[in-house]
């Protein structure tokens, strides 16, 4: 359809031969400005055109109202709008906003969906009704996007809602991490999509049906782990912990190929966590994620848990019982800190620690020693705090060797407590140093091996094996392969591992794992990998045709036959993921194939129950003690599961881990010089000076027995001494590892010491005392 003709030529004729002329019919004046001026001659409204004396009344009285509407349409459209304002976005030359639902009152506006803003880019919002792009380059004029007054207008409306919106964030007391969420991006666009008018959700709205439609939206976001279980089978992971609510909770994932998904948390707290009850409990949710699909159950080693896993694997011949193994390494952890001289160097970094932490002006000295930096302080961590404590000694050790030499501390009135005498002598005690050195020594390599088990990243069912013996050669080369030094740690490792730890599924992961296999051409004499390895064909294998076919096909993998042996197979081995591998190149043995991408794809622990641990806390705070076990489960479902979505897309499934001696050390790299060992008492205080730190405890006593300090500290509390004055300076225990230099266990008498400014010994600060150091 045409456009209708201007009312300015019922009255004006276009002069032939001129681009913009019109002559006027009533007195034949003549505009060269177009039929805009030719309308404001016959309007009599400027005073910069020629009046028409012969103009009717009514034609003048037209166009004057004309011009007039005009110009009051153009103030409305120059106007910022405001939200309160409801302004129509429909257009006819823009794409069509999805149409209502059938039923629908007509004047209602659907509310799109967050995926809209992607496959919809031209859909207007309130500056596309106010700004035009231009048609014609080099236009003039008008109110164009891009233009100075665009920008000014956009920046002033992003002002606002910014600020009303963060205004809502205050109120609601959100933390301002909340702002990194990928999921709020959508919202904001969502909400710019609808326009101004937009109603916030109701109460109701957010507690029920949007809740509900979340949770499916959640589910088909994992609609992708249900295809991995099914096709290779997954990990039931389960772990209880206690809210501070004082239930006894028990979270239940599921982990494939295609990373973690939270399932379910029980309230436990109505019944006995028997070995018996906790079978019916798991046996509850493997027929709820399907019996057929569970490879393996993964819980923590307590003891109604290993019972129960008895029951699992009788019952069900093809399913494991795997304890965790973050945990049993965690147990490492803390039997090896229970030997005497490592404990007593734990206990006193952590009494240096308290009292150091209890003074304001003490700790801004050591901030200033330490460049700003902050010690460890003692907590309940998930896993080896005892080491993380003694590596932020072994970290700081120059500076804090420093500060206790130094005239501010010497001048200061802390000098002079008998507190402050004690955590000087702990600085300065050669012995203290040497039992932080051995600590070291033998925590590092054992938290590498954590970090492999506990991450989610990657699947370190292949790697476990292999790391634990790296980490044990690691230890013992540290020591310069003294078997007398290291004899004490290596019984505590393999305990845990023999008897807790090492798994037939852990073999067959170091067999299938090609990088490993190939370069150990010794393998196929090692029998406890090899029955390892036969142990779980015989257990996951689905039928005995099934076994036969694995059997069958294990040669052409042995060999490098077929596609195993071609040249870019080969290179990829250590450059690729086990099972990644797996999948590219064992096209040659597909039943094998299937097999080992099951098991190379197994979790090793059950740390991501422990991870939502925060999400309970947080969802279920005081101001929401009246959420149900339902709406808790739910919400902790959606945030949870999108929480590990976001990890499993940050990860990096296809390079491997690498399991060389610079990559295991990697999480000590900023400890230097922890393998060397160091002449503790010829190094020098001061650069340039023959004074060492030897000569000052010589000077200072501190490498002599306390027997005196710790009587008479006992004797003012009126406790009983006669077992600790009978005690010889030296004893020799089995369990001493190491070079330590003769010391007695007397931090007892630090604990006289860990007061407050104000006089009391109550850790009112919230920093743990010597009570935290209880066995979980």
């Known amino acids: 359809m045409g456009r209708e003709p201007d009312p300015g030529w019922a009255h004006g004729t276009h002069v032939q031969g001129t681009k913009n002329s019109v002559l006027c019919k009533f007195c034949g004046f003549k505009s060269t400005g177009g039929i805009t001026r030719h309308k404001h001659h016959l309007a009599w409204d400027s ?13 003048k009285q037209f166009f004057k109202e004309l011009f007039e509407k005009s110009n009051q349409a153009k103030k409305a459209e120059n106007r910022i709008p405001h939200f309160d304002d409801v302004v129509d976005l429909e257009d006819d030359d823009e794409d069509k906003i999805p149409s209502f639902n059938e039923g629908q009152s007509k004047g209602k506006r659907p509310i799109p969906s967050s995926s809209a803003c992607a496959s919809n880019k031209k859909t207007k919002g309130p500056l596309d009704k106010i700004f035009k792009p231009s048609v014609t380059s080099g ?10 007054q665009h920008k000014e207008v956009q920046k002033k409306l992003r002002l606002e809602a910014v600020q009303l919106f963060c205004r809502w964030l205050y109120d609601a007391g959100l933390p301002f991490n909340s702002l990194k969420y990928d999921s709020l991006g959508p919202a904001i666009e969502a909400i710019g999509r609808y326009g101004c008018g937009m109603k916030p959700p109701s109460y109701h709205e957010a507690r029920v049906p949007m809740l509900k439609l979340e949770v499916e939206h959640t589910r088909k976001i994992l609609e992708e782990n249900e295809v991995e279980k099914a096709t290779y089978g997954c990990s039931l ?11 006894a909770l028990i979270n239940f994932l599921v982990n494939t190929p295609r990373g973690s998904m939270f399932i379910e948390s029980v309230d436990a707290s109505s019944y006995s966590h028997t070995g018996d009850n906790m079978f019916k409990l798991f046996d509850q949710f493997i027929q709820k994620v399907g019996s057929e699909s569970v490879i393996q159950i993964v819980t923590d080693s307590a003891s109604n848990n290993v019972s129960a896993g008895k029951l699992v694997e009788a019952k069900y011949p093809h399913i494991y019982w795997t304890p965790c193994a973050a945990h049993c390494i965690d147990l490492m952890f803390e039997d090896i800190f229970k030997l005497s ?10 009494a240096v620690n308290t009292y150091i932490y209890n003074r304001t002006l003490l700790l801004n000295m050591m901030r200033e020693f330490t460049g700003q930096k902050d010690m460890v302080r003692p907590a309940k961590t998930r896993f080896a705090t005892a080491f993380i404590t003694l590596s932020c000694f072994k970290a700081n050790k120059k500076a804090l060797r420093k500060m206790f030499t130094s005239s501010e501390w010497t001048n200061s009135k802390f000098a002079k407590e008998v507190g402050g005498r004690q955590t000087e002598n702990t600085i300065l005690f050669l012995a203290f140093w040497n039992n932080v050195n051995v600590a070291v020594k033998v925590g590092g ?14 699947p370190p069912m292949g790697y476990i094996y292999e790391a634990m013996d790296r980490a044990k050669e690691m230890i013992a080369a540290s020591f310069k392969n003294k078997e007398e030094k290291y004899k004490a740690i290596f019984d505590i490792i393999d305990k845990r591992w023999d008897c807790q730890l090492h798994r037939p599924l852990h073999a067959a992961g170091y067999y299938l794992n090609p990088s490993l296999y190939y370069n150990n051409p010794r393998v196929e004499d090692d029998d406890e990998v090899v029955s390892g390895l036969y142990s779980c064909i015989e257990k996951l294998a689905l039928n005995e045709d099934e076994q036969l076919m694995i059997h069958t096909e294990l040669p052409t993998y042995r060999g490098a036959e077929k596609v195993f042996g071609y040249p870019i197979a080969k290179k990829m081995r250590a450059k690729l993921a086990p099972a990644e591998w797996w999948k590219q190149y064992g096209s040659s043995a597909p039943t094998l194939r299937k097999f080992a991408i099951k098991v190379l794809s197994l979790t090793c622990s059950s740390s991501g129950c422990e991870r939502n641990w925060s999400v309970f806390e947080h969802l279920h705070s005081k101001k929401r003690t009246r959420l149900d076990q339902k709406k808790l489960n739910d919400l902790v479902y959606i945030k949870y599961n999108r929480a590990l979505r976001r990890r499993y897309n940050m990860r990096d499934t296809i390079d491997p881990i690498i399991l060389d001696d610079g990559n295991i050390q990697d999480p000590n790299e900023w400890l230097a010089g922890v393998l060397e060992d160091e002449d503790e008492e010829n190094a020098p205080v001061h650069e340039g000076e023959d004074l060492t730190y030897g000569h000052v405890a010589d000077a200072t006593g501190v490498g002599e027995p306390s027997y005196n300090t710790r009587r008479a500290t006992a004797s003012q509390r009126g406790a009983n001494t006669s077992t600790s004055s009978s005690r010889p300076r030296r004893r020799l225990l089995d369990e001493d590892v190491g070079d330590v230099d003769g010391e007695e266990n007397d931090v007892m008498a630090y604990k006289d010491f860990v007061v407050t400014s104000d006089g009391d ?16």
């Open 761 to 776: 010994n109550d850790d009112d600060d919230g920093e743990p005392g010597y009570d935290d150091l209880d066995d979980d």
């Open 47 to 59: 005073s910069e055109v020629s009046k028409c004396p012969k103009v009717p009344p009514d034609v």
């Open 237 to 247: 992971m389960a772990d209880g912990w206690r809210d501070r609510r004082g239930r």
């Open 445 to 458: 390599p054992l938290l590498g091996v954590l970090r492999l088990v506990d991450g989610e990243r990657k």
């Open 139 to 148: 236009k003039k004029g008008g109110n164009l996007v891009g233009s100075v």
């Open 341 to 350: 001289h490592l404990k007593n160097a734990l206990e006193k970094a952590i």
